[in-house]
């Protein structure tokens, strides 16, 4: 396969104006990863969930501090500044950690799925199987928040030919596993349309800090950057601006006070509209339906 | 290709953990801890003391710093030996300039080797912490029931021959398997510091005690994984000591409370001539501070067994 036909192709040069809410040039959303890494998964053919023999300590443990430390010290400064997040969920986290789960619906945050564990991986996976961890998705969310979810970020990053066509089906409305743009596009399935919402991988705290080996001032003038490029494009036509969070990383206490003034930078700005996923994706629907 | 249908199963998807081995709390929601003299921070140097056979061992895995050349190679040799003969010394003299007592964390053939190491170490009133045989006495969850009890055993009969008892033990590069709580417990140790999930000691079910000695924070990690300078080193630790005490600072009516601040120090790798100075000065600027209170582990987890009532 050469093409697997996602979108259609749009040059960033002379694109029609999008405009989001208050004449706000960069939608910005914060898209923390709750997550729960299991310490003894099954192997999967196509990946390892560890790179050392279970149990991967340092491994297990420093996603581990997330859900014991790092989350509310995450969460504290979003809220501080008034970001809501809206959340990658492993949804397995409703039933391990139910408190986390609950802290972030209480601070009105959004729900979409990144699959049961962040240790199992859709590769290889036929149809029904697929659909059996996206309704299990639905589900166990809707159990624990109330919330119907919206989207899907593959669990781990990992795809099939069929995803996006078996996330319409099943009724979400964005994608945010294309990374394609800095604004939304319309991603094709079988069941229609659906939003490819940019999320991030070059912004992505666990870029930032894994693969660039940036500090965490380092990080934070990164992200400052890629919002004063952003919400200048974006009076051409809005952008969007996603920062994906893993508070193993981002709420380890040598990188949460950098990334606070970040928050601080965006919310004092005036060009930011800090959103959630799916405000973002109606106010862009609104404008480009199909 | 189908993927197995066990592959969608969940057996252990309940609440709290996927293992028996501790349970889940949340920092914020722990009785808060207060260090001695009113301080938030707790911070904890802990020095390692390596010995790296001149022939490595892959069994179960080669420890990181260790050999990397064809046979024989001097160069790391020698490189990692600096640590034992120049770096650990300049780290305990600004310690002891300081009045500053920490753990090091020791391979017992360390301690047989270097005598005078280990007499510095323990007359300076630091705590040693045993750290497994040597650099090739690596433990993780391939390795064989038998062979971790040996090596766990073995270091805790080379240290009795010395005549020093370790209450707390490190794992090489924090590699344990399923079992190596309760060998630790089994071979008379009351605490570990490889688990990377706290800012605050924790217990295992079966007893022993956890204090986190976070990775990220560690020297290994700052200056060699992410190659940052060690102004960034002592700026990175310097914000994260200004953020914990912070935190704990405001803990009155919040659920916070006392924090650790846990350093991993490598002699061979913060203790060079051109780094030095960048951690003293961070040192400095630590006890300026007023918020810390430096210690060795088992004092810390004293203090912290203490206030859980």
């Known amino acids: 396969m050469d093409d697997p036909h996602l979108y259609d192709f749009a040059p960033w040069r002379g694109r029609p ?34 790179a050392r023999p279970h149990p991967d300590v340092v491994g297990y443990t420093h996603r581990d501090y997330a859900n014991r430390v790092g989350h509310t010290r995450m969460a504290d400064v979003m809220s501080e500044f008034g970001f809501p997040g809206s959340v990658s969920l492993s949804v397995a986290l409703c039933q391990h950690h139910p408190a986390i789960v609950a802290d972030a619906a209480a601070r009105g945050w959004e729900f979409f799925s990144h699959g049961i564990y962040n240790t199992r991986y859709a590769y290889d996976m036929d149809p029904d199987q697929e659909r059996a961890i996206i309704r299990d998705s639905i589900a166990t969310v809707e159990a624990a928040t109330g919330q119907r979810i919206r989207g899907w970020l593959a669990p781990a990053l990992t795809h099939t030919v069929n995803t996006l066509d078996l996330i319409a089906e099943a009724g979400m409305d964005y994608t945010c596993d294309l990374y394609h743009s800095d604004q939304p596009t319309l991603a094709k399935t079988k069941h229609g349309a659906i939003t490819a919402i940019p999320y991030s991988l070059e912004v992505n705290d666990h870029y930032g800090f894994f693969i660039y080996n940036m500090s965490p001032r380092e990080y934070a003038d990164t992200l400052i950057r890629q919002y004063e490029r952003l919400a200048s494009e974006g009076e051409q036509s809005g952008t969007v601006m996603c920062i994906p969070l893993h508070s193993y990383l981002i709420g380890q206490p040598h990188r949460i006070g950098p990334f606070r003034e970040v928050l601080r930078h965006i919310a004092n700005d005036g060009r930011a509209w800090v959103a959630k996923a799916g405000e973002i994706v109606d106010a862009y629907r609104a404008q480009v339906p199909a | 290709m189908t993927l197995n249908p066990d592959y969608l199963d969940y057996p252990r998807r309940r609440e709290g953990y996927d293992h028996d081995l501790y349970d889940w709390s949340e920092i914020r929601n722990r009785a808060p801890v207060r260090w001695p003299g009113g301080r938030p921070l707790a911070v904890w140097p802990c020095i390692a003391a390596e010995f790296f056979p001149l022939t490595p061992s892959d069994t179960p895995f080669r420890a990181p710093g260790h050999m990397q050349t064809a046979f024989p190679d001097y160069r790391h040799y020698t490189a990692r030996d600096y640590g034992n003969r120049v770096g650990i010394w300049r780290l305990l003299d600004a310690f002891e300039v300081r009045g500053i007592r920490c753990s090091v964390a020791m391979n017992v053939a360390v301690a047989e080797r270097y005598p005078a190491l280990l007499e510095a170490v323990l007359s300076g009133g630091h705590e040693v912490l045993a750290h497994s045989t040597d650099m090739n006495g690596t433990i993780d969850g391939s390795l064989s029931a038998d062979a971790e009890n040996a090596i766990i055993g073995e270091t805790r009969a080379r240290w009795a021959a010395l005549g020093v008892a370790p209450k707390g033990w490190h794992s090489i590069a924090r590699s344990q398997s399923f079992r190596t709580p309760d060998l630790l417990r089994a071979h008379g140790f009351d605490w570990t510091c490889d688990w990377v999930n706290d800012d605050l000691p924790w217990r295992f079910r079966n007893g022993l005690v956890n204090l986190p000695l976070n990775h990220e924070l560690s020297d290994r990690q700052i200056l060699n994984v992410t190659q940052a300078s060690a102004d960034s080193y002592a700026t990175q630790i310097g914000d994260a000591a200004d953020w914990l005490a912070g935190e704990a600072d405001a803990s009155e009516g919040t659920g916070w409370g006392g924090r650790l601040l846990a350093l991993e120090l490598t002699p061979y790798i913060i203790g060079l001539p051109y780094r030095i100075g960048a951690f003293e000065a961070l040192l400095d600027r630590l006890i300026a501070s007023g918020q810390c209170w430096f210690a060795p582990g088992g004092a810390i987890i004293a203090e912290w067994s203490a206030a859980q009532g």
């Open chain 1, 17 to 50: 104006k999008l405009v989001w809410p208050g004449g706000r040039t960069c939608a910005v959303w914060v898209a923390p990863n709750l997550e729960f890494y299991e310490i003894d998964p099954p192997t999967h053919p196509r990946r390892k969930s560890w």
